[in-house]
């Protein structure tokens, strides 16, 4: 069976230990997490987790299944096929020597990124976006040298 | 400060003394019909047993490990249609209870374990006899709280026992910080209800998804039913049996459900799995419709789960949304509670009067019956398990008996020769297979059933792993009756060494230490030994009739094994112990 990237955004209860549950039972029942992301709702008792896992469609109704278990799970929405809107934050520390800069702040121009920290020989870039507009940068950046990565998890809300 | 005077204290009324954390406890426990504790004391946990002092409804039962007290909590649970409750301290205290917490967790029984904790201010500080028991607990709990504000106690064993006994049961966690304990709250009585909005567990079965379930059972010419743990816990017998006698199709039990399905009913085929008999195993693999209630279908059921019932339709009715599709493909879900499921399904079958289509397929299953399996060799000179369970029945058929098992052999001895007599009369832990389970769980079952005869079936190498509950049981006056199939071996593991290992037996063979009759005596018990064949049965009425608690040891051969055996990762039609040939003959054309 074909295994694909998932979203599942899960809203819980906003308590200590919540996240803990989360994580351990998917690690527990052999899945690894791509990406992980929390934060509170607009209801301060209630967080949003956004898990990104790789796994087939069996996998996953186990997955969610065992997550609806949780007393603190409250609704799970997969985002896979529905349309949403997904977006992830990174920080790239690059390689960025004078006779490159002018090449990169067009670059970071193009994607709609900014540029929030130049150093002598580096500068630092913050972009949202989808996992694909970020993986582009990325693997345009790869050829100046990246010197550090940081990024988050995905986060998604549903269209409409 | 607090400058009460001890004599303050003791001459105050229960009721005139502050409520703090502790009492508003005791108060809730008593208030939910808590009548047993079993518990272990220590530091963190002083003020909830000083409450306790004052309880007139709730007998604490002090086991000497706290593993043993869940298992107790477990005996009592699965005999008595109530929780159990375990209560123990902090650090060590908490993590003994670890292993007891995930049989009952696998075994889906309702186990409510109340644990201290160190102060709110010291968590996280590597306190003394601190442990993350929360987090320890989390993969093998049904939920699970740490109490941070006193506010939160009461709603939350509420809730706690709610979670513990509704939906598929399981075991709660309540850690109690001892700061909590010692808080000043309000008691404003025990809540009537209790509202969780994210916990709404499904009893009635989807009813288009009933319609089908007994369309497919109506026109079905070879059915079988597997029988799951979950039979036991709605208390679903006379469903289960209402459907089976109108449609003339056969029971097989997994391991949790012995007991649900009268023995010695013509439907009845018995344990099926790994050390199940030909005609249950047989009926399972070639049948045309499965219809599989509250189990989880275990390894040990299935067998290689690719080659599981291969040519069957698959109907699995189940309480835990996430059973279902889990191990085994499915056909016709159905989630809910057994109970409800299947007197739904009897409604519907009732409605179109259907005619039984199995007859020729039962008299299939009488041939698989007749197919032998491997007994032990002929020995005047040794004891064998049949022989001591021949006995074991005859003289428990007129008393009301209830049997708790270690996990081994002898486990497996007893789910094969045993004649169970009814729901919850045979009691053992089945998923997790915990060596040292069955004499506290034969404790726990003893006080939920004074007035029963509460027989522990154990091994020489499980009864030594809870052995310090023979105290617990002699100072409650328990009359528990343990009989020990001593063969000086770790039975099961020599079998799978001398099976599949090619008999290199490795740190299985047991010296034997101690002699079970005089340590008997040393607990206050009355304690024998029997290893002549012709003495047995004498022996086990001797022991039955004895008053108070009272061993026998029964020194057996290492060498009988328990058959049929299917090898790990084998479908379950391929029985070490029973000829291939045997099979075929028994086999009508057709179903080859």
């Known amino acids: ?160 | 400060m607090d400058t009460r005077t001890r004599k303050d204290v003791q001459n105050k009324a229960p009721e005139e003394r502050p409520m703090n954390g502790a009492r508003a406890l005791v108060a809730s426990l008593e208030a939910e019909g808590v009548d047993t504790i079993f518990g272990y004391p220590g530091g963190t946990v002083l003020d909830i047993y000083d409450a306790l002092y004052d309880s007139k409804k709730i007998k604490h039962i002090l086991v000497r490990h706290e593993q043993a007290a869940v298992h107790a909590a477990e005996g009592y649970a699965r005999t008595c249609d109530k929780p159990g409750v375990v209560l123990v301290t902090s650090g060590p205290g908490s993590t003994n209870t670890v292993t007891g917490i995930t049989d009952a967790y696998m075994d889906s029984i309702p186990v409510i374990v109340i644990a201290g904790q160190v102060s709110t201010e010291a968590i996280g500080t590597d306190a003394f006899q601190e442990a993350d028991f929360l987090g320890i607990t989390m993969p093998v709990i049904k939920h699970s709280y740490l109490i941070k504000d006193v506010k939160d106690l009461v709603p939350s064993i509420k809730e706690a026992f709610h979670i513990a006994t509704t939906g598929r049961p399981g075991p709660v966690v309540i850690c109690v910080p001892s700061d909590i304990a010692k808080a000043k709250v309000k008691y404003e009585g025990y809540p009537e209800k209790i509202k969780i909005s994210s916990y709404r567990p499904t009893y009635k079965g989807n009813a288009r998804q009933v319609k089908q379930a007994a369309s497919l059972m109506e026109k079905a010419t070879k059915p079988v039913i597997i029988a799951g743990g979950g039979i036991v816990s709605s208390g679903a017998y006379s469903d289960l049996k209402n459907i089976a006698e109108l449609l003339q199709i056969p029971v097989a039990e997994t391991l949790m459900a012995r007991g649900c399905f009268p023995v010695d009913h013509y439907l009845h085929l018995g344990q099926m799995g790994m050390h199940g008999m030909p005609a249950p195993n047989l009926a399972v693999s070639r049948s045309d419709l499965v219809i599989a209630v509250g189990t989880r279908f275990s390894n040990r059921v299935t067998g290689d789960v690719s080659r599981f019932a291969q040519h069957a339709k698959i109907i699995h009715i189940d309480i835990d949304p996430a059973e279902i599709g889990k191990n085994v493909r499915v056909d016709l879900p159905i989630v809910g509670d057994a109970h409800e499921v299947l007197s739904a399904i009897f409604e519907q079958l009732q409605k179109s009067e259907p005619q039984p289509k199995t007859s020729s397929w039962l008299e299939q299953i009488d041939e698989w019956r007749k197919v032998g399996v491997k007994e032990p060799e002929d020995d005047p000179k040794i004891i064998t398990a049949e022989q001591i369970f021949e006995a074991i029945n005859e003289l428990s058929a007129k008393r009301d008996v209830i049997f708790a098992t270690e996990v081994g052999q002898h486990q497996m001895w007893a789910s094969r020769f045993l004649i169970n007599k009814g729901p919850r009369t045979f009691i053992t832990s089945g998923g997790a297979g915990t060596m040292g389970f069955g004499l506290p769980a034969a404790e726990g079952i003893q006080i939920a059933n004074p007035d029963k005869l509460v027989v522990c079936l154990a091994g020489d190498g499980s009864i030594q792993m809870n052995i310090q509950e023979m105290a617990t049981c002699t100072e409650y006056g328990l009359p528990v009756k343990v009989i020990i199939f001593n063969n000086s071996t770790l039975g099961m593991v020599r079998q799978f060494q001398e099976l599949f290992y090619m008999k290199r037996y490795v740190a299985t063979d047991l010296p034997r230490i101690p002699d079970y009759a005089l340590l008997a005596k040393a607990y206050g018990w009355t304690g024998s030994m029997v290893d002549d064949p012709k003495k047995v049965k004498g022996a086990i009425e001797q022991l039955f009739d004895t008053e108070g608690p009272a061993l026998l040891d029964i020194h057996m051969s290492k060498d009988e094994l328990v058959y049929p055996a299917v090898k790990g990762g084998n479908p379950i039609t391929k029985m070490i112990g029973v000829n291939d040939a045997d099979i075929e003959n028994a086999t009508s054309e057709g179903r080859r």
């Not at chain 1, 803990?20 to 997490?33: C, D, E, H, P, V």
């Not at chain 1, 809107?85 to 520390?93: A, G, I, N, T």
Request: hydrophobic residues 40%.
């Open chain 1, 1 to 160: 069976m074909a295994t694909q990237q998932h979203t599942l955004s899960l809203i819980v209860d906003n308590k200590f230990g919540v996240l803990a549950r989360i994580t351990g039972l998917i690690s527990r029942r052999g899945f690894n997490i791509d990406s992980l992301a929390v934060g509170v709702t607009e209801d301060p008792t209630i967080s949003r987790v956004t898990v990104v896992v790789t796994a087939d469609e069996v996998a996953l109704e186990q997955i969610t299944k065992q997550l609806h278990k949780l007393i603190n799970v409250h609704k799970i929405n997969d985002f896979t096929n529905e349309p949403s809107v997904d977006r992830e934050l990174v920080l790239f520390k690059i390689h960025a020597p004078a006779d490159t800069r002018h090449e990169l702040i067009e670059l970071v121009n193009v994607f709609r990124a900014k540029i929030i920290d130049v150093g002598k020989n580096s500068m630092t870039v913050e972009a949202t976006g989808n996992s694909e507009k970020l993986q582009a940068m990325e693997d345009l950046f790869r050829g100046y040298g990246i010197k550090e990565i940081a990024r988050t998890g995905r986060i998604s809300l549903s269209r409409g």
